[in-house]
């Protein structure tokens, strides 16, 4: 079994920061492409920004200088740093992760949600 397991949501007023933590446990090969995504009501799900394994990122528009990912491949964990936050910031924000997976050779490769952390941006 594979798990993603994301924190560090919360509530937060405009102008300021969150990190968020996605770590990745179980039965893992290899960890490829990793992202966040985020889904507010009545919005369709968006990439907020992802990372590949060997470090290139890819942001949304709305969110360039202001959010960072970066991931710690010893800890198959990633993070999604959010500066300057705006109220339409305000989602449920998901980890997403392609995972090399098996216990022998051939591996697959599969991709995996984390359940979400709620990010709300208010005063």
């Known amino acids: 079994q594979v798990q993603l397991v994301e924190s560090g949501g919360g509530l937060v007023q405009p102008g300021g920061s969150l990190r968020l933590s996605c770590a990745a446990s179980g039965r893992i090969v290899r960890l490829n492409d990793m992202g966040w995504y985020r889904q507010a009501p009545g919005k369709e799900r968006e990439l907020v920004a992802s990372i590949i394994s060997g470090g290139r990122t890819n942001y949304a528009d709305s969110v360039k200088g202001r959010f960072t990912i970066s991931r710690d491949n010893a800890k198959n964990t990633v993070y999604l740093q959010m500066n300057s936050l705006r109220p339409e910031d305000t989602a449920v924000y998901l980890c997403?992760?392609?995972?090399?997976?098996?216990?022998?050779?051939?591996?697959?490769?599969?991709?995996?949600w984390g359940q979400g952390t709620q990010v709300t941006v208010s005063s």
């Open positions: 997403n992760a392609e995972i090399v997976v098996g216990d022998r050779f051939p591996y697959i490769s599969r991709e995996y």
